[in-house]
T-cell receptor, first 115, second 115 residues
Framework: DQQVKQNSPSLSVQEGRISILNCDYTNSMFDYFLWYKKYPAEGPTFLIS?????DKNEDGRFTVFLNKSAKHLSLHIVPSQPGDSAVYFC??????????????FGKGTLLTVNP | EPEVTQTPSHQVTQMGQEVILRCVPI?????FYWYRQILGQKVEFLVS????????KSEIFDDQFSVERPDGSNFTLKIRSTKLEDSAMYFCASSERTGGIRKLFFGSGTQLSVL
């Protein structure tokens, strides 16, 4: 049951260019979306998030776009740097009223930024 | 920056043995979680814990699993009788709700190997 899907297992881009990572979801109850970055042997690190009341959120080089009608979000990294090379996870949560904000993760996309 | 700490970083055990994985969440956080990632697979939710009780658990979290917050700082995951398929990276996470931002902070994980 893949409620959050990242269909590209890997992506390779040149340093300085834009990286676009995509994510689709099926559960219309999701109202909060996050991107996490993960290096080997480390835990996921929060990158950026977006509430379903917005369609764009920007933080420095990172921008997340949300298209609710298409149940699709994307992460743009501009310009890409070699240090951005990591696995990127899309995650989503349902506002459950205060007892739980569990995340449902996608399978991740391995981003490689080549110098 | 405050962080979630997990011990040990690696745990090797024999099948059928009990293991306890330990976590110290961020001090002012109220929501606690365990996730796991089997090699090559996605990060999966196990259990969430709030107000000293389990708020949600997945089908993975069967009778062999239990969680406890024995004091004001530690959060533990116990597996009573480990199986080979319990081998995975186990991540502890914690969160607080601040102005509608619902992000989880993850520890670096405990790599559990069941032989």
């Amino acid at each position: 049951d893949q409620q959050v899907k990242q269909n590209s297992p890997s992506l390779s881009v040149q340093e300085g260019r834009i990286s676009i990572l995509n994510c689709d979801y099926t559960n219309s109850m999701f109202d909060y979306f996050l991107w996490y970055k993960k290096y080997p042997a480390e835990g996921p690190t929060f990158l950026i998030s977006i509430s379903s009341i917005k369609d764009k959120n920007e933080d420095g080089r990172f921008t997340v776009f949300l298209n609710k009608s298409a149940k699709h979000l994307s992460l743009h990294i501009v310009p890409s740097q070699p240090g951005d090379s990591a696995v990127y996870f899309c995650a989503a949560s349902v506002g459950s009223g205060g007892s739980n904000y569990k995340l449902t993760f996608g399978k991740g996309t391995l981003l490689t930024v080549n110098p | 920056e405050p962080e979630v700490t997990q011990t040990p970083s690696h745990q090797v055990t024999q099948m059928g043995q009990e293991v306890i994985l330990r976590c110290v969440p961020i001090s002012n956080h109220l929501y606690f979680y365990w996730y796991r990632q089997i090699l090559g697979q996605k990060v999966e939710f196990l259990v969430s814990f709030y107000n000293n009780e389990i708020s949600e658990k997945s089908e993975i979290f069967d009778d062999q699993f239990s969680v406890e917050r024995p004091d004001g700082s530690n959060f533990t995951l116990k597996i009573r009788s480990t199986k080979l398929e319990d081998s995975a990276m186990y991540f502890c996470a914690s969160s607080e709700r601040t102005g509608g931002i619902r992000k989880l902070f993850f520890g670096s994980g405990t790599q559990l190997s069941v032989l």
